[in-house]
C-alpha cells in the first residue's frame, strides 16, 4: 500500500486534480462515485484566505464522503502562504497541497504558481515553512520548470523531500508550454527511478484513456496518476482505468441514460451545495462536456442553458433520453 503520512492509498492511486472552477464539491462528489482515490479543491489564494475573501473562504468546504481530500493553496509570499496554512488545517482536509504548477499570466507571472521555479531557494523555504505550520501531510503539485531550458525537477523533488514534503505530483510539461504540445513523462521517470527520492510520485497530463493510464502506469513507473481536463464530463475514465488495470479489458462507455442520471446527480449535488438559482447557473458549463460526441444534443444546449428551474432541466433530460431510444418527446 502507498502511504502519505498516516493515510494509507491503493497501490496505483487515480486522483483528481485541482481545476478552477470545476474541482467544486458537486464534481468531486461524482467523481468519487466513479473511483476517484484523493481528490483535490479548486485552488485557493492565500491572499484571499487571510483577507476572509467570499471566494476564498467557499472553496475550503469540505465533506466527510470526499476523504482522503487535499485542499490547494497558492501565493507568492511565504509569510502569508504560512497563515493561510493553518486556516486550511483548521477546516481539517486529510492533507494541504502546494501550488507550485499553476502557469497562468496572473499567478506565474507573481512568483506564486510555477512561477517559484525560477527561485528554487524561496520554493523550498516556503513549503519548508509551511511543512513546520501544521500537522498534516503536506504534498507539492508542480511543472517540470519554467521553461526547457530551466528544468530541473529532480532538484526541484530533492529540495521538497528534504525540508518534509511528503509526495510531488508533476505535471510533465513547463510553464512556457502552458497545455500545449505533449506532455514529456520521461523526466517524471527520472525523478521516480532516482534513487534519492522515497516519496511517492504522481504523474499528470494527458492522460485520456485506460490503456494509456496503464501503460504509463509500467513504462514510467509513477506511484500512481493525476486525471485533470479528460475527467471533464466524463467521470467515468476513473472506474475505466480501474477496470482496465485489474482485467486488461475495456468497459464500454457510458450509455445516455447513464449520462442524463449522472447530469441529473451533478445538479442536485450543486443547487445542495450553492441554492437552485447558483446551483443551475454553474451546472451550465457542463452540459456540452457531459454530451459531448452525441449528435442530436445540439439542439437542446440552448434550451438546457437557459432552463430556469430544476424541474424543466429534468423534463428535458427526459426529452433527450426519449429522443434517443426513438419514442416521443414528452414537450
Known sequence: ????????????????????????????????????DLMYTEFISSEGLIRNATKSVKKLEIYNHERPIGIQIFGEAIETMQAAAVIVENTQPTLLDINYGCPVKQVACKGAGAGILLDLPKMQAMAAEIVKQVSIPVTVKTRLGWDHASIKILEVVQRLQD????????????????????????????????????????????????????????????????????????????????????????????????????????????????????????????????????????????????????????????EILHMQIGQTPTL
Open 163 to 318: 525540508v518534509g514534503v511528503q509526495a510531488v505530483t508533476i505535471h510533465g510539461r513547463t510553464r512556457q508550454q502552458m497545455y500545449k504540445g505533449e506532455a514529456d513523462w520521461s523526466y517524471i521517470a527520472q525523478v521516480k527511478a532516482h534513487p534519492s527520492i522515497h516519496i511517492p510520485i504522481f504523474g499528470n497530463g494527458d492522460i485520456d484513456n485506460p490503456a494509456k493510464a496503464v501503460t504509463y502506469k509500467k513504462r514510467y513507473g509513477v506511484d500512481g496518476i493525476m486525471i485533470g481536463r479528460a475527467s471533464i464530463g466524463y467521470p467515468w475514465i476513473f472506474r475505466e482505468i480501474k477496470h482496465y488495470y485489474a482485467t486488461g479489458t475495456l468497459l464500454p462507455p457510458p450509455t445516455l441514460q447513464e449520462r442524463i442520471e449522472t447530469v441529473k446527480k451533478h445538479l442536485v449535488h450543486a443547487i445542495q451545495w450553492k441554492g437552485e438559482r447558483l446551483g443551475i447557473l454553474e451546472m451550465r458549463r457542463h452540459y456540452t462536456n457531459y454530451f459531448r460526441g452525441i449528435q442530436f444534443i445540439k439542439n437542446y444546449r440552448l434550451s438546457l442553458v437557459e432552463a430556469p428551474s430544476y424541474a424543466v432541466i429534468c423534463d428535458l433530460l427526459e
Open 1 to 36: 500500500m502507498l502511504k502519505i503520512g498516516n493515510y494509507l492509498l491503493s497501490n496505483f492511486p487515480l486522483l483528481l486534480a485541482p481545476m478552477e472552477d470545476v474541482s467544486d464539491p458537486p464534481f468531486r462528489a461524482i467523481c468519487k462515485e466513479q473511483g476517484a
